[in-house]
């Protein structure tokens, strides 16, 4: 049951490619976060595909000018309380962006975090998949399945060596960060536009 594909949520937007298009992201900070950047390189280099930060995309495809989503972005950081977001299991998608990734618990917060975003940014209520993606790459199935099994063992696995180890179980989100995102595999173009912290709770 493992290995069967989580069925991918892609954004259908005509001509996306010509799009200027944003997103939010949720960076895990500290340890956790310099560990699956090493995990993303690695398979990066061994897979010859793009290296990016890790992240669990929060909106995607958020087609508006920039300094809408900078404005919008502060509504919502202001909004949000800080929550914890929980790996639940490596998983494979898809499509491109949703190659092989760590799946995360749907849970109340988490998935609260995701309707009241949309909402801010005046967007259609959408069926979300929290995810932490490891990388991005067009794979066969049988690739996938190779990447994904290896990527179990690295994480989760009984390995000789526990560097690669997963010790920890998610992370706290305690701010949100903008991206320019637009519909680009090189991934040349992205870039990080602003941070924002969460000041719900203040």
């Not at 179990?152 to 320019?180: A, M």
Request: hydrophobic share 35%.
């Amino acid at each position: 049951a493992m290995l069967k594909a989580v069925k991918s949520i892609q954004p259908t937007l005509k001509n996306r490619k010509s799009r200027m298009s944003y997103s939010l992201w949720l960076k895990p900070k500290g340890e956790l976060g310099e560990q699956l950047q090493r995990e993303i390189n690695y398979l990066a280099k061994k897979n010859k595909s793009p290296s990016f930060q890790p992240h669990v995309t929060l909106v995607p495809t958020i087609v508006l000018p920039e300094d809408k989503c900078i404005e919008l972005s502060q509504e919502i950081a202001k909004k949000l309380k800080r929550y914890y977001v929980t790996f639940k299991e490596v998983a494979k998608g898809t499509f491109y962006y949703q190659c092989v990734f760590l799946l995360c618990h749907k849970e109340d917060k988490t998935m609260e975090a995701c309707t009241i975003s949309r909402q801010i940014l005046g967007l259609e209520p959408t069926a979300y998949m929290p995810h932490l993606s490891l990388i991005y790459a067009h794979l066969t199935e049988e690739q996938k399945d190779a990447v994904l099994a290896e990527e179990v063992k690295r994480l989760y696995g009984e390995n000789s060596d526990y560097t690669t180890l997963l010790t920890d179980t998610g992370f706290w989100v305690d701010s949100i960060s903008l991206w320019y995102t637009p519909a680009d595999e090189s991934l040349e173009s992205w870039k990080e536009i602003q941070t924002f912290d969460l000041q719900g709770d203040k």
